[in-house]
């Protein structure tokens, strides 16, 4: 008798805490003026897995997306191979970086390349850093990437490039810091792209299919660059005209919706 008491008891403190925490819940979720699209997050999942499906991003190398509702916040992975990233997986960070929720995970150490990037380029939704194989050639050499053809026309009369060398010296050639992340973005100016000597590159975009579409064409024209000068002869680039009438144009659009579709599983 005393003990079926006893659990009555417990079940109504059970019950109602039970209830309490779903009213906090419904109360913090009406409160909370910055919630997240999840279509947002389910894109840059799947961003994630795009840049390694067309040979972008291997092991290293990450993308981010700002928030949809606060521009001094946005969403990066915690420090996985971006081919393992799941919705789960995602954080949120603020414009120094730090994880707006305390967590034991993980962090990209290369992450302020991002929030530096957000700092100084309000027009920049999203940005992935890459080490993007037939780009790297291009980073080392005296001879320029220049935009060859018109799917790649946002690379314009040429993209800076990044000496970490000149910003910190002798380093392990990480931008492991906000001081070498503010060099990085100060290099970038107002360009799409930035290349990083020895390292890879940065790219933005004014959405996660612009700067997705751009890395991807990046990496195919840094290719198609090194074709096109193997077969010798004059090389006629786009003119600044056409790349800028090219780049008002493209929004990688309709190879954005092909990808998205051979990457998210029925
Ligand atoms: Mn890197």
């Known amino acids: 008798m005393r003990s079926n008491q006893f659990r009555r008891g417990t079940l109504a403190v059970l019950l109602s805490t039970v209830?309490?925490?779903?009213?906090?819940?419904?109360?913090?979720?009406?409160?909370?003026?910055?919630?997240?699209?999840?279509?947002?997050?389910?894109?840059?999942?799947?961003?994630?897995?795009i840049l390694v499906a067309e040979g972008v991003l291997d092991g290293y190398g990450h993308v981010s997306v700002r928030h949809n509702r606060n521009p001094s916040h946005f969403f990066l992975a915690s420090s996985l191979a971006p081919q393992l990233v799941t919705a789960n997986d995602?954080?949120?960070?603020?414009?120094?970086?730090?994880?707006?929720?305390?967590?034991?995970?993980?962090?990209?150490?290369?992450?302020?390349?991002?929030?530096?990037?957000?700092?100084?380029?309000?027009?920049?939704?999203?940005?992935?850093?890459?080490?993007?194989?037939s780009v790297i050639?291009?980073?080392?050499?005296?001879?320029?990437?220049?935009?060859?053809?018109?799917?790649?026309?946002?690379?314009?009369?040429?993209?800076?490039?990044?000496?970490?060398?000149?910003?910190?010296?002798?380093?392990?050639?990480l931008v492991r810091n906000s001081e070498l992340a503010a060099a990085l973005a100060r290099s970038l100016g107002n360009q799409g792209a930035v290349l990083m000597r020895g390292h890879g590159a940065a790219v933005v975009g004014s959405s996660l299919p612009v700067v997705v579409g751009r890395s991807v064409y990046l990496e195919i024209n840094a290719r198609l660059q090194a074709q096109a000068m193997t077969i010798g002869g004059t090389i006629t680039y786009l003119h600044p005209e056409e790349a800028r009438k090219a780049t008002d144009l493209d929004d990688y659009k309709r190879a954005w919706d092909l990808w998205k579709r051979k990457v998210v599983k029925k």
């Open 137 to 173: 050639p291009f980073g080392v050499s005296s001879v320029p990437l220049k935009a060859l053809y018109h799917m790649a026309a946002f690379i314009g009369e040429g993209l800076p490039v990044f000496d970490i060398r000149n910003a910190g010296g002798l380093t392990d050639m």
């Open 90 to 133: 995602i954080l949120e960070f603020d414009l120094d970086s730090t994880p707006v929720e305390s967590t034991t995970r993980a962090l990209y150490s290369e992450r302020f390349i991002h929030s530096e990037i957000y700092k100084v380029r309000p027009d920049v939704k999203a940005i992935v850093h890459n080490h993007s194989p």
């Open 19 to 49: 209830l309490f925490s779903m009213s906090v819940a419904s109360l913090s979720a009406q409160q909370e003026p910055s919630s997240v699209d999840p279509e947002l997050i389910a894109d840059l999942v799947a961003a994630n897995h």
